[in-house]
């Protein structure tokens, strides 16, 4: 333990994530790499639980034409996949996993239980959190944050496609700036996207920590655990 920073961090990886270049479905060459990295994580004896997004099968926007409600909870299906597939990918690689779901589908998942969740972690096994919070008009990045909350994770991993927070989008704006710190005050105030805003506010209003990473490099995942400086420090 001495080799990290964190005891217990809540990973949020986006759908997108899992499909790699490919930009739908799973792609299990890319899953399976940062699977590895997060059994080189589980090894130095972090606890750790994910929360997945569904975007590479659906994202709610997508059914514009739809009641918001019936395309939402498509979505939150959609993250339960990519539950079963980093479950698949890890047990793949040795580590025990537990799948739970803000819907029931007892058949292939537990039901989310704060408790179930806590014991799980402390016996070393990752916990994969699925389908968002549960309930339409909350987006992903809402249910990492309320997990991270009720899980008391240390910190929250958010690894996107960019690797870290700027003052506009960089590959539009190259004068954009790179932040290496900022506050969710600042986040919200200029409204730099980070996360939608009601996950801004409820990591501001718990005083949870949010480290902005590429994941394009999987490696990053254990330097975020090791407290090397990398992307941004959002708190």
Not at 36 to 59: A, H, P, T
Request: hydrophobic share 40%; net charge neutral.
């Amino acid at each position: 333990m001495s080799e990290v920073k964190y005891k217990r961090v809540l990973l949020k990886l986006s759908g997108e994530a899992l499909a790699g270049e490919q930009k739908t479905g799973v792609n299990v060459e890319v899953v399976g790499k940062i699977c590895d990295k997060i059994k080189e994580v589980v090894e130095l004896g972090v606890e750790v639980g994910i929360v997945v997004g569904g975007g590479n099968f659906w994202r709610g926007r997508d059914g514009h034409q739809m009641e918001r409600t019936t395309a939402d909870y498509m979505g939150m299906l959609a993250t339960a996949m990519n539950g079963l597939a980093l479950q698949d990918a890890l047990e793949a690689r040795g580590l025990y996993s537990r799948l739970q779901t803000a819907i029931e589908m007892r058949e292939i998942a537990e039901p989310f239980i704060q408790r179930k969740a806590e014991k799980h972690l402390k016996k070393g096994r990752v916990v994969i959190f699925a389908c968002g919070a549960g309930h339409p008009y909350f987006t992903t990045d809402t249910a990492a944050v309320l997990r991270a909350t009720e899980i008391q994770a240390d910190i929250i991993l958010l690894g996107k496609a960019i690797d870290a927070v700027y003052s506009a989008d960089p590959k539009i704006d190259k004068k954009a700036e790179k932040f290496d710190r900022i506050s969710y005050l600042d986040v919200l105030n200029k409204d730099l996207k980070v996360m939608d805003s009601t996950a801004t506010a409820l990591c501001k209003d718990n005083n949870i920590p949010l480290l902005v990473f590429g994941i394009s490099d999987p490696e990053n995942i254990v330097r975020a655990v090791k407290g090397e400086k990398i992307g941004t420090i959002v708190e």
